[in-house]
């Protein structure tokens, strides 16, 4: 049983979560001093015709394959490498981070009143095994005004998040029901998580 993993994801939200299991992890970002530049945004740009849980969990693979190469070149010690990547979908359409306050705005004028799919697609390396998983929950939100939406999105928060909003914030309050994983909306399902987790022998039950 490893003490520690690796936590390839800069997302404040995704280590909290990983803390509420007990598991001691460690980062690995890209961008170090000696790094070879990464394309970030290249990684999760959508192909023509991709569905959006095929695009999440592709998505996430990549990000995990970029990140085992990372620790190759540093020399790191060995521990599982644990990856996530969360997409918002209506219908077949993918909402992916906004590009600015207005691509937020309109992101969010058209989830309003409307249901939609968040998908978290979550992989770990472990030595030579690759395990993955996906949570798909339904979310769906009140009306909302464009003041509402405009005071939102003033607040910065819809910045850096797929479908322009954080179910842990201020928009809780527009959301009038939810089907499927909490956890997994804000960034890292920890059924599917733990499962994984515990394949690895990482955590014992």
């Known amino acids: 049983m490893t003490d520690f993993i690796y936590l390839a994801s800069q997302s ?8 509420q299991l007990g598991v001691r ?4 970002l890209p961008n170090a001093v000696g790094d070879a530049p990464e ?3 290249g990684l999760e740009a959508v192909q023509a015709g991709e569905a959006p849980a095929a695009y999440v969990q592709r998505v996430t693979a990549l990000k995990l394959d970029a990140a085992v190469a990372r620790h190759k070149r540093r020399g790191l010690p060995l521990a599982p490498i644990l990856c996530s990547d969360t997409t918002v979908a209506l219908g077949e359409r993918i909402y992916g981070k906004p590009e600015d306050a207005q691509d937020a705005a309109r992101m969010l004028a058209e989830l309003s009143g409307r249901e939609h799919q968040v998908l978290t697609a979550v992989a770990l390396q472990a030595g030579d095994r690759r395990l993955a998983a996906l949570s798909v929950s339904r979310v769906r939100f009140a009306v909302m005004t464009e003041a509402q939406i405009a005071a939102y999105v003033a607040s910065g928060e819809p910045m850096g998040k797929a ?3 954080g179910i842990q914030g201020p928009v809780a309050q527009y959301v009038q029901n939810i089907n499927g994983s909490y956890t997994g909306i804000m960034g890292l399902p920890l059924f599917e998580t733990a499962q994984l987790l515990r394949a690895a022998g990482v955590l014992r039950d």
């Open 12 to 19: 404040p939200r995704r280590r909290q979560l990983l803390a």
């Open 25 to 28: 992890h460690e980062l690995l």
């Open 39 to 41: 394309d970030a945004e």
């Open 163 to 165: 479908g322009a909003y």
